[in-house]
């Protein structure tokens, strides 16, 4: 027999030795906080403290630093695992999600290598780029030779060759594969912009084709958006708009509404921001039940779900850094509810991965589920106030662009008319702002630049389609800038001129060497004195704004009597010899822009 549970003491309640908590006396503790901080004033209102910590998505959505109970969001907007709406997941067990490679190297036998070894060690499906500058069409039955495709999952991802790549693989693999033809008109038509007619009947002939199989014929790819600057929010709308307007074409071919979202896989992008992908994921599935009830069928058609960890977060400076990213991304993913997660190797930035980052990528899947068990509980998120509040506002913010971009006529109208890429450059500009002062930070690109690093090499990628939406990368700006600086014979370089002791003069002259060093600028460090000596042209100070009240103007005389041709101070003032200031939330791009061009560096 097995034995009882044990009993908590009646003697021993928990939370005991606390005294009863409350809201007003969280506020009051926060709010004294903040006026230590000098954030507050002491008079303020203590409810004010929430505002002061309270955080804006690029959608408009507050992210508040408590929630509560009050937060509750209704429990017919969430339901239960495994059933409409499906915010809990389309999924009624625990189960492991789907590890998906990708493979984009145009040497077929390569490829067939890496997908053999990645088979072999944790991955369940494949997602091979088929095209100019990746895998030859001419090369997939060698990449496929042994691969037991009745077992593995094979996601096509062809570009304007797709209707050749999937006649292809049907004669390869029959009616034995799950996988994806990846037909994706629209997004095909915004990677190459007006110069490419979207073929939306492509989508029955291809259904047409795989009727009798397990296979879908279509992505819908809203990875696309994500990486030319959209929101959230604007990721799914457009998602959600797409995915409408294959059902449209799909049913007008003949086929049933059931048997058109079998068809659909939709594909997402997950970022470190790990609530937020969660929050994107519970939202989309959310969306996706509303469609499916409006037509007609609100029980039983879940979206199913490919998340890819973002492209744009990625770096090629400190691509290590990366790991961190990839596995925030990927635990947010899991979390999220995902039926199939890629993982992008740490070199993706760089070029083609070797080996070991590819067995990294899919270990970061293994270790998630097989040792932090995150595939044991369904949707671990469950139940946040905070995930369940963020949830609800992401969904409506992303059904409002739906509902623009169909009012517009639909996805092919708003691409059309420009409409919708006007609004992602409007948000990537909001980004490009915070990026610039280094409010959105990246870690080894704009924060903690290592200029000794020895980068991989790595062959180069297959070039992207071009002319349709624009490719960003978050810190493309911040790279430009080093490998400039690189490319110079001599090392630029700025002199850090320290006032005062260690104790003093440590913060700032720490701050302004990770600014200057993020451009490629080395900084040496000393007395005034050794500024002739550092045979920099452009100097800085650094040290308390005690004193440099004291020293400031006399340094900066002696400095420029010593050569420097422009004098700048770390912190803020009006001191006379002074030329510029740099501090916390200075527009650091184009700082170091300007001292490139004093420098003489050359883009």
Not at 72 to 84: H, T
Not at 118 to 132: F, H
Request: charged share 20%; hydrophobic share 45%; glycine share 8%.
């Amino acid at each position: 027999m097995s034995a009882a549970p044990p009993q908590l003491p009646p003697d021993l309640p928990l939370a005991g030795q606390f005294d009863p908590a409350d809201r007003a006396e969280w506020l009051r503790l926060v709010a004294s906080a903040l006026v230590k901080a000098g954030r507050m004033g002491a008079g303020d209102d203590p409810a004010e403290a929430v505002a002061k910590l309270t955080s804006t998505t690029y959608d408009g959505i507050g992210i508040r630093p408590l929630y509560s109970s009050d937060d509750a969001v209704a429990e017919e907007s969430i339901g239960l695992p495994g059933s409409a709406p499906f915010v809990r997941g389309t999924r009624t067990a625990a189960q492991s999600w789907d590890v998906r490679q990708r493979h984009l190297d145009p040497d077929p036998a390569v490829t067939h290598e890496a997908v053999m070894t990645d088979l072999e060690n944790g991955a369940t499906s494949l997602w091979l780029t088929i095209g100019p500058g990746a895998l030859p069409l001419s090369g997939l039955s060698q990449v496929l030779d042994g691969v037991l495709l009745d077992l593995a999952p094979v996601v096509l991802d062809a570009g304007a060759d797709t209707e050749a790549a999937a006649a292809r693989f049907l004669d390869l693999a029959g009616d034995k594969n799950a996988g994806n033809l990846g037909a994706d008109p629209l997004g095909l038509w915004a990677r190459l912009g007006p110069s490419h007619t979207p073929d939306l009947e492509l989508l029955a002939r291809l259904a047409e084709k795989t009727a009798n199989t397990a296979l879908r014929v279509a992505t819908v790819d809203a990875t696309i958006y994500h990486d030319a600057g959209a929101s959230d929010a604007q990721e799914l709308g457009a998602s959600l708009a797409t995915g409408v307007a294959y059902l449209r074409a799909l049913t007008d071919a003949g086929l049933s509404t059931a048997d058109a979202f079998a068809q659909l896989e939709f594909r997402y992008a997950a970022t470190a921001d790990q609530f937020l992908t969660i929050a994107k994921l519970r939202a989309a599935r959310r969306l996706w039940a509303r469609v499916a009830e409006v037509c007609g069928h609100s029980t039983d058609l879940g979206q199913k779900q490919h998340v890819v960890t973002s492209s744009a977060m990625m770096t090629q400076r400190d691509p290590w850094v990366n790991l961190l990213r990839t596995t925030l991304a990927a635990f947010g993913a899991g979390v999220g509810g995902a039926d199939a997660i890629t993982v992008q190797p740490f070199d993706a930035a760089i070029g083609l991965p070797d080996g070991f980052s590819r067995r990294i990528a899919r270990n970061t899947s293994s270790l998630l589920v097989m040792e932090a068990h995150l595939a044991r509980v369904i949707d671990p998120a469950g139940g946040s106030w905070y995930v369940e509040q963020i949830t609800d506002e992401l969904a409506r913010a992303a059904w409002q662009q739906f509902t623009a971009i169909e009012a517009e006529g639909g996805m092919a109208a708003a691409l059309e008319s420009g409409r919708f890429a006007g609004q992602i450059d409007e948000v990537w500009q909001r980004r490009a702002k915070r990026l610039a002062s280094r409010k959105d930070p990246l870690t080894g690109a704009s924060e903690f630049p290592n200029l000794t690093e020895t980068a991989p090499v790595r062959k180069p990628l297959p070039p992207r389609p071009s002319g349709g939406l624009p490719v960003h990368r978050y810190a493309e700006e911040y790279e430009a800038l080093r490998n400039a600086a690189e490319k110079q014979a001599e090392k630029p370089k700025v002199f850090l001129a320290t006032l005062g002791p260690v104790s003093v003069h440590t913060a700032r002259a720490t701050f302004a060497a990770n600014l200057f060093q993020a451009g490629g600028i080395e900084t040496p460090n000393g007395p005034v004195e050794d500024f002739r000596a550092s045979g920099a042209t452009v100097v800085c100070l650094a040290s308390s704004d005690k004193l440099y009240a004291e020293k400031a103007e006399s340094a900066a005389a002696e400095l420029k009597a010593l050569g420097a041709q422009h004098v700048l101070l770390a912190g803020k003032g009006d001191y006379a010899g002074v030329d510029d200031y740099v501090f916390v939330g200075v527009d650091a791009l184009a700082v170091l822009r300007d001292l490139h061009r004093r420098i003489g560096i050359e883009g």
